[in-house]
């Protein structure tokens, strides 16, 4: 009989780890947004910082959803992830309203909770497949880098990836092509942890200190999404 309770400490291990990379972005952004910092945020070591982060974050979505899944089997209903999903997404809908009032221009229109909740209720009958899901992740990524290249005339399909003209945002996750991170780690799930059990040698680092402190941030990732930056942004108004 399975573990249900087992939780897989790399997995929240590197989760943590994507939080810190994302925390320590989002420093560098408040400093140049608020305080005047001349920090290039889209060239060299920041961009790569953000575009990692958000990627293994992403990618971990589909990797939690296989073991979610295999820990309910059959059991598993839809419902469940719709609403996990709505949740989510009405997160990230908060998320859009603070941006807008202290933003305005620039606000989240489809940010990276947004992407996460839309994902969790896409991504069910993808949940029974395989090694497809690795096939069908890449393709959905290429359309959306395919996408990149353009702009429209319209708005109403932003979410998906059409962006408009003159479009800005500062936190922008569409469908496409990010919904394909979700679906290929929806394969590396079902090919690494398939029957929720470790089908590759790990020594148990859960107890090292370092592992544990990094694996409490993994759990409490939307927790912490939520409120590092409210935290931070109150700092630096208090140092200024």
């Known amino acids: 009989m399975k573990n249900i309770q087992k939780r897989f400490w790399e997995v929240d291990f590197l989760r943590g780890i994507a939080i810190l990379m994302m925390i320590a972005f989002h420093i560098a952004f408040d400093l140049r947004t608020f305080a005047g910092f001349g920090i290039s945020l889209y060239h060299g070591i920041w961009n790569y910082l953000a575009h990692s982060s958000a990627f293994i974050f992403v990618l971990l979505v589909g990797v939690s959803l296989t073991l979610s899944f295999s820990r309910t089997e059959q059991k598993a209903k839809y419902l469940k992830y719709f609403k996990r999903g709505v949740k989510i997404f009405s997160w990230g809908l908060l998320i859009t309203l603070m941006t807008w009032i202290f933003f305005r221009r620039g606000f989240v229109v489809f940010g990276v909770l947004h992407l996460i909740g839309v994902s969790i209720i896409l991504a069910y009958p993808f949940l029974k497949l395989r090694d497809e899901n690795l096939w069908i992740g890449v393709a959905v990524i290429g359309v959306g880098i395919l996408l990149k290249k353009f702009r429209f005339g319209f708005s109403w399909l932003v979410w998906l990836g059409f962006m408009p003209i003159k479009f800005d945002s500062v936190d922008y996750f569409s ?26 040698s790990l020594p148990d680092l859960s107890k090292n200190p370092i592992v544990k402190v990094f694996s409490f941030l993994g759990r409490h990732s939307l927790l912490i999404y939520l409120l590092h930056q409210p935290i931070l942004i109150g700092i630096i108004y208090l140092l200024a």
């Open 175 to 200: 469908i496409l092509p990010w919904f394909g991170v979700v679906l290929v780690g929806i394969a590396f799930g079902n090919l690494l942890y398939s029957g929720y059990k470790r089908q590759f």
